[in-house]
């Protein structure tokens, strides 16, 4: 099939997601291109791309927020997909994204959309009516909605994205994790006796950095052994230093693959999430998780991930006694099978959507 992705992030568990599927696709012959904005893009999204075998790889400025500037990138979007089609599959990742391709004439090709977390989820949106209502209008311009877990697919419905339009293909892993523990402890500078909590994500409001720091310090009050360990970046950051103090250690923007074997607990203080690479990771590991209750969590339980699942409301000191309880636990969960948490599984799934939505758009709707 020729297929279009676009995608806004350009980073982030989207941007792997992307990233991928790109690669599965085309190592299963497919024909991709992918349009991407550089202004939110991380170097290794960039750089991943840039190693793709790509049928084209086109660059669009597309900011997160509504504004004018939408007008702009439609209009390139429009001439792209002129200049580079026809395709039989046009795949918007993200809800700037998703929007563009809906709003975009890309004629006989069916428009897909992958939210990556509805922006519906997000408890503390302020604007969930008009951003649920907007969702609402777009699906009538798309040809399938893929949700990344059950518990999104279950905010769609309830939105009116239901139907046979919207479907479930949970996010997979292109690889195992990297599981050398003594290599990741010695990455990582702790001591040998440390309790290591980890952290996974970008810094900022919708993964509650600054919770996990105090929840952190709190644990550590109760075992002086236990240390967190942050990795990733973001605004939050000096706020989550200052909370943290000498309990938690922060690595800033690494590659988090290598050094999560070192970790003895996995923790997510996420007010959303639609489905976590990096509790995925975590779980493949076999490493307990501490974790609010978001997306995707109930796959993993199934498939038989140790997840002590908390409010999504929860207090640091709530949080701090499930991070000792999991620690001083001598459960020791296994690691789950790969096949089960595979991006090849993933890509063969959206493969099936993408047939029988241009099928469907063949023959009229």
């Given amino acids: 099939m020729r297929i279009l992705l676009v995608i806004e992030p350009s980073g982030g568990g989207s941007g792997r997601h992307v990233v991928d599927l790109a690669r599965a696709l085309i190592g299963s012959g ?23 075998p790509l049928h084209a790889d086109e660059r669009v400025p597309m900011r ?3 504004g004018p500037w939408d007008v702009a990138a439609l209009h390139t979007l429009n001439r792209l997909i002129a200049r580079l089609g026809p395709f039989e599959i046009v795949h918007g990742h993200s809800a700037k994204a998703g929007a563009l391709v809906r709003l975009a004439h890309a004629p006989g090709a069916a428009k897909i959309y ?23 209008l777009l699906a009538r311009s798309g040809d399938a909605v893929i949700a990344v877990s059950e518990e999104e697919a279950v905010v769609a419905r309830r ?4 139907g046979h339009r919207l479907h479930v293909v949970p996010n997979g892993l ?34 509650d950095p600054i919770r996990f720091a105090h929840a952190v310090r709190r644990a550590n009050a109760i075992d002086p052994r236990i240390t967190g360990v942050m990795i990733g970046d973001g605004d939050l950051a000096s706020a989550v230093r200052t909370a943290g103090g000498d309990a938690l250690c922060l690595l800033g923007s690494r590659d988090a ?11 997510m203080t996420s007010r959303y999430e639609a489905d976590s690479y990096a509790m995925i990771e975590a779980a493949a590991l076999g490493l307990p998780i501490v974790c609010t209750d978001v997306g995707g969590i109930g796959r993993l339980i199934q498939a038989g991930a140790r997840i002590d699942r908390l409010p999504v409301d929860a207090s640091p000191d709530h949080l701090a006694e499930a991070m ?8 020791v969960p296994l690691p789950i099978a790969p096949g089960l948490l595979s991006a090849s599984r993933m890509a063969d799934q959206t493969v099936r959507i993408y047939r029988d939505a241009f099928a469907r758009r063949r023959l009229g709707g």
Avoid: Y
């Fill in 30 to 52: 497919h024909q991709v291109s992918l349009i991407w904005s550089p202004r939110r893009a991380e170097s290794w999204f960039e750089a991943a791309v840039a190693a793709l």
């Fill in 114 to 136: 992958t939210p990556h977390a509805l922006p519906m989820m997000d408890p503390a949106n302020l604007t969930t009516i008009v951003a649920g209502a907007a969702e609402a």
């Fill in 257 to 267: 693959g290598p050094l999560m074997a070192g970790f003895d607990l996995f923790a």
């Fill in 324 to 331: 000792h309880a999991a620690l001083a636990s001598r459960v």
């Fill in 174 to 207: 292109a690889a195992p994790p990297a599981n050398d523990r003594l290599a990741a402890r010695q990455a990582l500078g702790v001591p040998e006796d440390a309790l290591v909590i980890g952290f996974v994500g970008r810094l900022c409001a919708q993964k």
């Fill in 159 to 162: 939105w009116g994205l239901g």
């Fill in 64 to 66: 997160r927020s509504v």
